[in-house]
Nanobody
Framework: QVQFVESGGDLVQPGGSLKLSCATS????????LAWYRQTPGKEREFVAY????????NYADSVKGRFTVSRDNDKSTTYLQMYRLKPEDTAVYFC??????WGRGTQVIVSS
């Protein structure tokens, strides 16, 4: 059974940093590209970042490029999202996925003073 368990969300001040984790199971992690998404109430889930299977390439949404870094640890079947210079508009529930219909509960990030 495919599972995604996101963690690391918190309340942080503007300009602060946070690192999210997403532990996965139920599929061959090393064969999969991993994506991060975020969602705010009343809005569609939006793409944030993607790391390729190889781990040496990543894509980012324009809104987070230069501030967020996605990484992966194949030994732990976990992907990470390091977020720097956070802005209030980064406030959202963050999810990870590898192209499955199953979603985790996400982790809440609130950027506020």
């Amino acid at each position: 059974q495919v599972q995604f368990v996101e963690s690391g969300g918190d309340l942080v001040q503007p300009g602060g940093s946070l690192k999210l984790s997403c532990a996965t199971s139920g599929f061959t992690f090393s064969d999969a590209g991993l994506a991060w998404y975020r969602q705010t109430p009343g809005k569609e889930r939006e793409f944030v970042a993607y790391i390729f299977q190889s781990g040496d390439r990543a894509n980012y949404a324009d809104s987070v490029k230069g501030r967020f870094t996605v990484s992966r640890d194949n030994d732990k079947s976990t992907t990470y999202l390091q977020m720097y210079r956070l802005k209030p508009e980064d406030t959202a529930v963050y999810f990870c996925n590898a192209g499955f219909q199953t979603w985790g509960r996400g982790t809440q990030v609130i950027v506020s003073s």
